[in-house]
């Protein structure tokens, strides 16, 4: 409903610059069906009237601590499809290494819940959904005749298809992964797998108060371009669904 809100004014005020009457105005979008893009005729006011049971509930937005992203609904996100190539390696980039708590929280997760990458091969066979048909790998220990590596596939199965529910320990976990928690002001960096202090800091967080101060989020300047933007955002839903210790709920 938002987003069709949210076209239908942009649409709207596209319509009246070109002086015609935006109420019966007939555009063509695109949607990511089941079985792939489908396009379909619409008017800005069929939009308008999918929008209509928002307006008396906005108001119940105000004071609420998960409405960060605007000032109603504003617990609400998404990411663009297709995952760009741009977002794979802005992601890749970010994935600890083993020697660092995130990493070896990381490599833990992917031993005991089996993230093996394998749940976004569907994913990877549709470029409405994927860029790349491959993922990208980042290296996060060296060995003298090995290497362990992580693949973007693997965080992404860990954020999309692992259910319609992310726990707020699961969401702390992945922004601990990406590097994306400042804990006591700084990320925790190489040297830190076998030091559980961090870790216990943020377990031994029981109030958003506590969590708030505990740690912070981490997600570098606002990029350029609206995939990685609207990733940056995601990774703000996970911080504010561990702050208030409510599960994040994700449609993918």
Known sequence: MLKARNRARTISAMVKQEGKDPDTATIKVVVLGPNGPEERDVTVASMMAEAAPLEPLGRDCA??????????????????????????????????????????????????????????????????????????????????????RVSTDQIFQALFRVGNTLDPAHCMGVLMWLGALRVQGSVPGPGTSGNPAALIALTSATTSEQRRAIASLEVGANAVESEIRGFQRLLQGLYMAWVLDLPLLMDA
């Open 63 to 148: 004071g609420c601590d998960a409405c960060v992203f605007q000032a109603s609904f504003g617990c609400f996100g998404y990411v663009n499809y297709p995952l760009t190539a741009s977002l794979e390696r802005w992601v890749v980039e970010r994935i600890q290494a083993a020697d660092t708590l995130g990493g070896d929280l990381l490599l833990r997760a992917i031993r005991d819940f089996g993230y093996d990458g394998s749940a976004m091969a569907d994913w990877r066979r549709r470029p409405e959904l994927c860029e790349r048909s491959t993922p990208l790998e980042a290296i996060v220990a060296k060995g003298f005749l090995s290497k362990k």
